[in-house]
C-alpha cells in the first residue's frame, strides 16, 4: 500500500488513479494528524510526501511530519513530492532520511518507475540486513562518503540501473564494483567497459561481438561486452563520451537486452544489470543535444553522486596512509615505511582537484622519492608535481613511457583529453596504454 500525504485534493485524486492503475493500493491523508493515524493503523510500502504541506509555511510543516514518520516507520521509503522552487527543501529532506523526490508537474512514467525503484529496494533489502556489507576496496568513513555507502547498500539489492556521477579520480569505478559485490549478482561477471576509449568505427563489435567475415579483419568469431556480463552487471564508464549513432544503438540494448552480433541475423537476449558513470554534465547535454534524453532517463533510475575529495577531508589521512601501506607492502626495500603526522595534517590542507587518483601519485611519488622511514610534510613539499620529477623505475621503454603517461595525468589531474593532448595521442591511444600498463584513473 502507498500512502499519499497531500492538502491538494487534485493532487490526491490524480495520484490515486495513477497509482491505481498501475496496479498499487493507494491511501490518502490530508493533514498531519490523518497522515500520522494511518501510518499507526497501517503498513504502507511507500510514503509520498508534499513538502509545502501547508501553504505560508515554506516547508517547515513538512519537514517536520517527515520526521516523525520517519519515527513510526523508520524503514520505510519516503518519496517527497515538491515545486521547483523548493528544491532546497527537498535536498534537506533527503538529509534527515528521505528516499528520493520528484518536482511538480511530475512525468507519468518517471514518477511510476521511482515509485517501483523505492519499493523494490525496500523489499530486497530487508532479507540482506544482516549480510556484511562489501565495500570492494573503498577506504574511508567521512559523513560524506558514508551517505553514498548507505544509497549503494540499499540500492544493490535490487535490479535498478544505476548512474554514478562526480569528479574524475573520485572512485566511481569502486562504487560502481561495491554495487555488483553486494547484488544478487555477485557470483556473475562484473564487466567494466571504458567507452571513452571505444571508437564509433568499432562500438558495435565491441558491445555486441561480431561474427567471423562480418568484416575485413574479422577472422574469427567475437563475444561483445554484454554477452560478456550475461547474468551479471555491465559497468559503462564515460558513458557521456558516447556519440549520437552509438547512443542510439545502446539505448536498443538497454531497453530489450537484445542485440544482434554484427554479420548475423540472429538476435541474442541478456539479463544485464546496468551500471554507468560519468563526469560530464548530462542534463546540460541533455538540453544541447548531445546526449539522448530517452536513454538519460533509461540509466538514471537512481543516481549515485560521489563526493570530490575537498568535501571529505576526514579521509585524506586514511587513504594517505592506505597507499602507503599498499606500496610498501608490495616492496620489500620500503618495509616500514610510514607517514608522519605533520604529513597528514599538510596533505589535509591541499585542494586535491585530481582527488583520489591524485593523492595516491603523490602519496607513492613521495615515499619512493623520499627514502626515508617516516615521510614528513618537508618531503610532500619537495617531491610536489612541479618539483622534482619521479624517475622511471627502470630504463626501459616501457618504464619511461608509464612514467610520462602518469605525469600527464597528474598535471591534467585526472583530465584524459587534456593529458591525451599533451602527449601527442587520441583518447583512444592514451586508453588502450593506461590499460597495458595497468595506470587507472579512478
Known sequence: MILVIDDDPTIRASLRMLLGRAGHEVLTAATPDEALQAVRAHAPQLIMLDMNFSRGTSGAEGLELLQKVRIFCPSVPVILMTAWGSIELAVEGMRLGAFDFITKPWDNRRLLDRVATAISMATDAAPAQNKTFDRAGIVGNDPALRRVLDIVERVAPTNAPVLITGESGTGKELIAEAIHRNSSRVSGPFVKVNLGGISQSLFESEMFGHRKGAFTGAVADRIGRFEAADGGTIFLDEIGELDTAS??????????????????????????????????????????????????????????????????????????????????????ALKGTAISTDAIDYLSTLPFHGNIRELKNMVERTVLLAGNSTVTADDFRRFAQGGAAPRPAGDTLADIERARITAALDKARGNISQAAAALGLTRQALYRRMEKYGISNL
Open 247 to 332: 547512443q542510439v544503438k545502446m539505448l536498443r540494448v538497454l531497453q530489450e537486452q537484445a542485440f544482434e552480433p554484427l554479420g548475423s541475423s540472429r538476435t541474442k537476449h541478456v539479463d544485464v544489470r546496468i551500471i554507468s558513470a560519468t563526469n560530464a554534465d548530462l542534463p546540460a547535454m541533455v538540453a544541447d543535444r548531445t546526449f539522448r534524453e530517452d536513454l538519460f532517463y533509461r540509466i538514471n533510475l537512481v543516481t549515485v553522486e560521489v563526493p570530490p575529495l575537498r568535501m571529505r577531508r576526514s579521509d585524506i589521512g586514511l587513504l594517505a596512509r592506505h597507499f602507503c601501506e599498499s606500496l610498501t607492502a608490495a616492496s620489500p
